[in-house]
C-alpha cells in the first residue's frame, strides 16, 4: 500500500499561519473503483476537512438499506461531504460548509449519530428532551445489538458515496 501524498506547512484558511497539512491519498474500494481520499488539518487552530470522491464522473445516486442484525453493523459505506444521511424518526445528517466525507461502516454512522444526540443531551435543559434523546439512544443501541430494525438512506448529488453491500437498494437521485 502506497503512502499517502502530504503537503506540510501550508497556509491555514482559518488562522492563516503555515501550520496545515494536506493529504491526498489514491484507493481502490471493492466495488466501488479508484477513489480519491483528501484530508486537510491545522496543527495550530484544529481545523479540519475531509472528502471522498471516485476517480470517475458519477451520476447522483440514492442508496438505502435496512438493517436487521448485528452483523450488518459491518457494511461498508463510503460517505462524500456533498452527501445526505437519512435515518427516519431519529435525525438526517446534511451536508454544509464543515461537512467531511468519509469512509466507514454501519455502525461507525450509528456511533456517530449517537455521540450527536449524546451532545444534545446534555445541552437539553427541558426534561422533555432529554427523555427524547434517551430513548433514541435505547432505540440506537437495540439496532447495533441487531435487537432491532432501521433505514439508512444516503442522498448523493455528486455520486461519490456508496453503501458496499447487496442488501442496498440504488435509485437515481431525482434533481431538486
Not at 446534511?94 to 466525507?101: E, I, V
Not at 451532545?119 to 432529554?130: F, V
Not at 440506537?140 to 456508496?162: C, F, Q, T, Y
Request: aromatic residues 4%; hydrophobic residues 35%; glycine residues 4%.
Amino acid at each position: 500500500m502506497e503512502k499517502p501524498e502530504t503537503i506540510e506547512k501550508q497556509p491555514c484558511p482559518m488562522c492563516k499561519t503555515n501550520n496545515m497539512t494536506m493529504m491526498e491519498e489514491e484507493i481502490e474500494i471493492p466495488f466501488f473503483g479508484k477513489t480519491f481520499v483528501f484530508s486537510m488539518t491545522c496543527s495550530n487552530c484544529k481545523y479540519h476537512v475531509a472528502d471522498v470522491e471516485a476517480a470517475e464522473q458519477k451520476e447522483p445516486v440514492k442508496q438505502t438499506i435496512d438493517i436487521s442484525s448485528e452483523e450488518d453493523m459491518k457494511i461498508r459505506v463510503i460517505k462524500s461531504s456533498q452527501a445526505t444521511v437519512k435515518i427516519p424518526h431519529i435525525t438526517t445528517i446534511t451536508p454544509g460548509p464543515a461537512s467531511n466525507g468519509y469512509i466507514t461502516n454501519i455502525e461507525g454512522i450509528l456511533r456517530r449519530v449517537k455521540h450527536q444526540i449524546e451532545t444534545l443531551a446534555d445541552d437539553a435543559e427541558d426534561k422533555d428532551e432529554k427523555k427524547k434523546a434517551r430513548k433514541l439512544l435505547k432505540k440506537l443501541n437495540k439496532v447495533m445489538w441487531g435487537d432491532e430494525k432501521l433505514k439508512i438512506i444516503i442522498e448523493d448529488p455528486s455520486g461519490n458515496s456508496a453503501i458496499i453491500s447487496d442488501k442496498a437498494q440504488t435509485a437515481k437521485l431525482k434533481a431538486k
